[in-house]
């Protein structure tokens, strides 16, 4: 007696993504949770200086401008707090032009616009609500494919000489002559026969998702040969 049953390599391959997906998703509470609001709250304690300087001509090209060291002020400060410098941060800083001359108004835009940056959080709520949707998109897709990947682990199939059995055929095991016909268009390509039998069932057996089918359908050809499609 034959029988299949779950492959290996698509349970590994299919369950390791949906594992995935759920730790991205956790990763994405963390993000929301805590890791966003953390970085605010540090940011906050270290604005009241930032702006300080800034008002007193520190523009985004000083904060970011190398020294001997091969380090910049704005990482001065933070390195200062013990505190890591915000990426997003930086970022900002980076897309402020340099003043258009040397002229006093020109650097005072320069720095208003700075100033601009250091006056809000790191991460605002928007930030914050694309983390929990992004969350939420990947838990529930990842718990899909893990539900979906474990509902197939219990299907089994088995043939003998009366016809086909396991719980992938149904409760009952499937005779030979309740057998009408079987569908070979997508066993070369894809490994993937239909069946049709009485009472309109159909059964589907993949040899991709499953190991050991394809001693299943050798016997079901002997009945119902490929060439007849």
């Known amino acids: 007696m ?17 594992i995935l997906m759920l730790a991205i998703g956790a990763w994405c509470l963390y993000d929301g949770f805590i890791g966003f609001p953390k970085v ?26 190398d020294d001997e060291n091969g380090t910049y002020p704005l990482k001065q400060i933070f390195d200062k707090k013990g505190m890591r410098i915000p990426g997003r941060l930086v970022q900002e800083l980076r897309t402020i032009p340099s003043p258009s001359n040397d002229s006093q108004e020109a650097l005072i835009a320069s720095c208003q616009a700075t100033a601009k940056i250091f006056s809000h959080d790191i991460y ?11 969350a939420s ?7 899909y494919i893990l539900l979906t990947v474990n509902s197939r682990r219990k299907i089994r199939y088995e043939v003998d000489d009366e016809g086909l059995r396991g719980n992938g055929f149904g409760e ?4 030979w002559d309740e057998i009408e016909s079987a569908d070979w268009r997508k066993w070369e390509e894809k490994g993937i026969v239909t069946l049709y039998a009485t009472n309109n069932r ?10 050991g089918i394809r001693a299943i359908t050798d016997e079901i050809a002997k009945h119902f040969p490929k060439s007849e499609k």
Do not use: C, M
Request: aromatic residues 14%; proline residues 1%; charged residues 20%.
């Open 2 to 18: 034959a029988t299949a049953s779950i492959n290996k390599e698509y349970l590994l391959r299919v369950g390791g993504v949906g």
């Open 40 to 65: 605010n709250r540090e940011f906050s304690l270290i604005r009241p200086e930032l702006i300080r300087f800034t008002e007193n001509g520190f523009n985004a090209q000083k904060w970011l401008a």
């Open 124 to 134: 605002n709520k928007r930030d914050l609500t694309v983390q929990y949707t992004l």
């Open 137 to 143: 998109i990947a838990i529930v897709f990842g718990a």
């Open 172 to 175: 009952q095991q499937l005779l």
């Open 202 to 211: 159909k059964f589907v057996l993949d040899g991709w998702h499953f190991a």
